[in-house]
Nanobody, 123 residues
Framework: QVQVVESGGGLVQAGGSLNLSCTAS????????MGWYRQAPGKQRELVAS???????SYADSVKGRFTISRDNAKDTMWLRMGSLKPEDTAVYYC?????????????????WGQGTQVTVSS
């Protein structure tokens, strides 16, 4: 129904920065809650940050103050700016989008997912 593509991952040293971007085949005007999840080796997929249609933002405690999520509905693009990266940030990062009138509870996996982009932080 909705194709999602994220990009921008790569290898970076601790303390460095990366910017991830996400686009979808559906107009952002029809999308409500959006967010970024990640899955590190040996761990379950976890919510990193989310942003609602109104711009309300939420962050996991582990990234608060270091990551910034944003979206531009006119450009149909969502970003995750990651700074002060740590080795524990190493993971595959996934973009998640949800259409209007579907669940916006980001604690519950739902919606449409990208295939992920690898972020590796070296020490």
């Amino acid at each position: 129904q909705v194709q999602v593509v994220e990009s921008g991952g790569g290898l970076v040293q601790a303390g460095g920065s990366l910017n991830l971007s996400c686009t979808a085949s559906r107009s952002f005007s029809s999308l409500s809650m959006m967010g970024w999840y990640r899955q590190a080796p040996g761990k379950q997929r976890e919510l990193v940050a989310s942003i609602g249609r109104s711009g309300t933002r939420s962050y996991a405690d582990s990234v608060k103050g270091r990551f910034t999520i944003s979206r531009d509905n006119a450009k149909d693009t969502m970003w995750l700016r990651m700074g002060s990266l740590k080795p524990e940030d190493t993971a595959v990062y996934y973009c998640n989008v949800r259409r209007m009138f579907t669940s916006t509870d980001m604690s519950i996996p739902s919606g449409y997912w990208g295939q992920g982009t690898q972020v590796t932080v070296s020490s």
